[in-house]
Each structure stands twice: as structure tokens, then as C-alpha cells.
Nanobody, 124 residues
């Protein structure tokens, strides 16, 4: 069974950067399309980025395009989310999730495996 663990969250000033990691165990991550989601207090969980099984294709929410970069290292069974030019509105709990289908989707219901989340706080 696939297990996912996020790390790399923390407190950062506006304009700063963080790199989140999503480490998998139990199965090879190469079988899965991976998505990053976030959920701010009082808001619904939203998909912000996804990456195909090979890493050849990526997708981003408009509000993070040009600031966030998703990548993966299947040999290390890890997916990353590099977040630059962070804004206070990026404050949320960030989750990685996996699904075995092909194609990009930001629908949480399509993802069968989830990590526990990591807190990102952008504040001065």
C-alpha cells in the first residue's frame, strides 16, 4: 500500500521560498500521477499542481503558475514542489496525493492516497 509523507513546510516571509517534498513508501511512485493540494482555514481543498508518472507533463493552477515548480525523482520515490515568491494567500496546509490514472486532474475525489500534510505559513 502506498504511503505518502510531506515535509519542508514552515514559516517564511512574503517573497521567500520553500521546497516541499513528498516521499513515498510501500510502492514505486512511478506508477502514480502525483498532485499537490492545499487547504486554507475555512476554505475548500484546492489542487495546485500535478505531474505525470514519468514527469514529462505538469499542470498548475493559474494563481501559482510561474512561481511554483513541480518535479519528481522516481529513483528516490519523491516528488517536490518548489515554491518561490510566496504570498500571504499561499498560507495553507499542503498535501500530496496520488492516483494511478493517466492525465491531470485537480479533483480530490480522483486521488486514492494522501499524505498527512505540512503547514506553510507566509507572514512577515
Amino acid at each position: 500500500q502506498l504511503q505518502l509523507v510531506e515535509s519542508g513546510g514552515g514559516l517564511v516571509q512574503p517573497g521567500g521560498s520553500l521546497r516541499l517534498s513528498c516521499a513515498a513508501s510501500g510502492r514505486s511512485l512511478s506508477y502514480y500521477t502525483i498532485g499537490w493540494f492545499r487547504q486554507a482555514p475555512g476554505k475548500e481543498r484546492e489542487g495546485i499542481s500535478s505531474i505525470s508518472k514519468s514527469g514529462a507533463s505538469t499542470n498548475y493552477l493559474d494563481s501559482v503558475k510561474g512561481r511554483f515548480t513541480i518535479s519528481r525523482d522516481n529513483a528516490k520515490n519523491t516528488v517536490y514542489l518548489q515554491m518561490n515568491i510566496l504570498k500571504p494567500e499561499d498560507t495553507a496546509i499542503y498535501y500530496c496525493a496520488a492516483h494511478t490514472n493517466f492525465g491531470h486532474t485537480f479533483s480530490p475525489a480522483m486521488y486514492g492516497s494522501w499524505g498527512q500534510g505540512t503547514q506553510v505559513t507566509v507572514s512577515s
